[in-house]
């Protein structure tokens, strides 16, 4: 299974990025899809997470915030970030989880916010 994730840069605060990620390969029965993030010095955290029934979870500090969608028709999930913080730069990383339980990552995208 291959991730390709798109859509990160720079922005000031305030601002919005939308993220994508397409996962490719042998793919049978996606679970969860979504998105971690790393700042420099910290561990890697989760910042939102979308299930095949549809649920959602999402870290505390981007609710009402971020929205994550997942289309599983064509493995795809999209991360709407807006009003976007200093604090939310890092590196932003594509996660999916395929059954019975395995987990994959991209290779991540730099999400940079300026002050």
């Known amino acids: 299974v291959q991730l390709q994730a798109s859509g990160g840069g720079s922005v000031q605060t305030g601002g919005s990025l939308r993220l994508a990620c397409v996962a490719s390969?042998?793919?049978?029965?996606?679970?969860?899809m979504g998105w971690h993030r790393q700042a420099p010095g910290k561990q890697r955290e989760l910042v939102a997470r979308?299930?095949?029934?549809?649920?959602?979870n999402y870290g505390d500090s981007v609710k009402d915030r971020f929205t994550i969608s997942g289309d599983y028709a064509n493995n795809t999930v999209y991360l709407q970030m807006n009003s976007l913080k200093p604090e939310d730069t890092g590196i932003y990383y594509c996660?999916?989880?395929?059954?019975?339980?395995?987990?994959?990552w991209g290779q991540g995208t730099q999400v940079t916010v300026s002050s």
């Open positions: 390969g042998s793919i049978i029965g996606i679970k969860t």
């Open positions: 996660n999916v989880v395929v059954l019975p339980f395995y987990s994959y």
């Open positions: 979308v299930t095949a029934g549809g649920g959602t």
